[in-house]
């Protein structure tokens, strides 16, 4: 099977929906082991995308965004996302801002995860298929939009995109613009008097700088970490 615009964009929604799960569960697992159950409690140490969905963040903007170019109608914005946020009372912990800290960081930590297991995904099928080191580049070109994706291998391209999908949430989370969660890393550090001001920070304005700032920093991060995988994928 050829992977075609509309396969691609299937498995990019399919993975970004699990990514975006595996991300609050890891959450609300971090939350249960420091003390605090209110996530376990309300189901959501799962990676069932029915408990962690946010209808406009988890559905109608990515969709936008995947397919909205098959019908001529296209978003300037990069593929990202947001799920129903994991609820975290802090008060249970046993020490709040390092436990809080740490809870808020499993989240980006897991899709560092997943990008680690899907680089060695390609790098066993580049050991182990005929010619595969040339099949996993041209794979992970078609991922960027820099090659033909008529001459991917559809797994090689299930898992080009599962790393440019999770190094875009994880640089996008932590982004200090509530309400990512490099914000609350932020807001732990900051003294009260400044913790008033940031928290005024949302609504409209957190949109305008995730738009503005956001896509500006995630393309000065993401050139060196995906020039970083493609080094480690490159075999001569």
Known sequence: MQPTAFVIGVFEFVILLFSLSFHECAHAWMASRLGDQTARMQGRVSLNPMVHVDPIGTLLFPALVIFGPLIGFRLPFMLIGWAKPTPVITRNFKHIVRDDNLTTLAGPVSNLI?????????????????????????????????????????????????????????????????????????????????VRVYDRIGGWLSYLLMILVGGFVLNLLLTPALGLVFSLLWRR
Request: glycine share 6%.
């Open 114 to 194: 997943l990008v680690c297991l899907a680089v060695a995904g390609l790098l066993v099928m580049e050991m182990t298929m005929p010619g595969g080191g040339r099949i996993v580049i041209a794979s992970f070109a078609a991922a960027l939009q820099m090659a033909d994706p008529s001459a991917a291998n559809p797994v090689a391209l299930l898992l080009s995109l599962a790393i440019l999908i999770n190094l875009s949430l994880f640089f996008f989370n932590l982004l200090p613009i509530p309400p990512l969660d490099g914000s609350r890393v932020v807001r732990n550090m900051l003294p009260y008097n400044a």
